[in-house]
């Protein structure tokens, strides 16, 4: 449970981060970057990995580039269902997903438990 709470944590602090770098990202309140961040972890967690699944053909001719598509998906549809939560066009949720990305990676890396030898 820890775990997660330090997950959404750095979630809501890479959904910040993407508002105040990106002007097509807009969040209106603490309380609703909470939010998303709490609701982007649990559609990453249950809507992400089918997603993914289902557009797997598309994934492996691009490379691996259309995960980014995917995961600005997912932050569109977070932003569709929390009302002062707005995401303008593909081009700032992809942005938004790079940003939310790597500071959701850099959360991993800190919440990472040490590994027993």
Not at 52 to 69: H, M, N, S
Not at 85 to 95: E, P, Q, R
Request: proline residues 3%.
């Amino acid at each position: 449970m820890v775990n997660f709470i330090i997950r959404a944590a750095f979630g809501a602090l890479g959904l910040w981060l993407a508002a105040q770098l990106l002007s097509g990202v807009n969040v209106s309140s603490t309380t609703v970057l909470i939010i998303a961040a709490v609701l982007l972890g649990l559609v990453n967690a249950v809507i992400r990995p089918i997603v993914v699944i289902l557009t797997l053909p598309f994934t492996i001719i691009t490379l691996g580039l259309f995960l980014l598509v995917v995961n600005a998906a997912m932050i569109g549809l977070v932003a569709a269902v929390i009302p002062g939560f707005s995401v303008d066009g593909l081009g700032s949720g992809i942005m938004a997903a790079i940003i939310t990305g790597l500071v959701s990676w850099a959360g991993s890396v800190v919440a990472a438990e040490p590994k027993k030898g």
